[in-house]
Nanobody, 122 residues
């Protein structure tokens, strides 16, 4: 079993930065592939970024967001720069056992955090 707890969300103006953190417990963190997803009001959950051996990003955040992990701290981060109003949503951290497969497919993730709200005002 893995527990995931996100933090770092908030209300910011367009152009600002935020760093989300996700603390994992319950299983050897280094063995997990980690991802970030988000869900905007009235929309389906969408993939944002993932990190296993490589990093993966959805096109809309490339060049602005960066995913990293610190295995010593059991934490994965999402650095978000140049935020836009369309980045608004609840951001979820997710973990899966398999490092292969489609990283953007939320059905492949085994564990989810409760989410943290990010609101970007124009």
């Amino acid at each position: 079993q893995v527990q995931l707890v996100e933090s770092g969300g908030g209300l910011v103006q367009a152009g600002a930065s935020l760093r989300l953190s996700c603390l994992a417990s319950g299983r050897t963190f280094s063995s997990l592939a980690m991802g970030w997803f988000r869900q905007a009001p009235g929309k389906e959950r969408e993939f944002v970024a993932a990190r296993a051996g490589s990093t993966y990003y959805t096109d809309s955040v490339k060049g602005r967001f960066s995913i990293s992990r610190d295995n010593a701290k059991n934490t994965v981060y999402l650095q978000m720069n140049s935020l836009k109003p369309e980045d608004t949503g609840v951001y979820y951290c997710a973990a899966k056992y398999e490092w292969s497969g489609i990283m953007s497919d939320d059905r492949q993730y085994n564990y989810w955090g409760q989410g943290t709200q990010v609101t970007v005002s124009s």
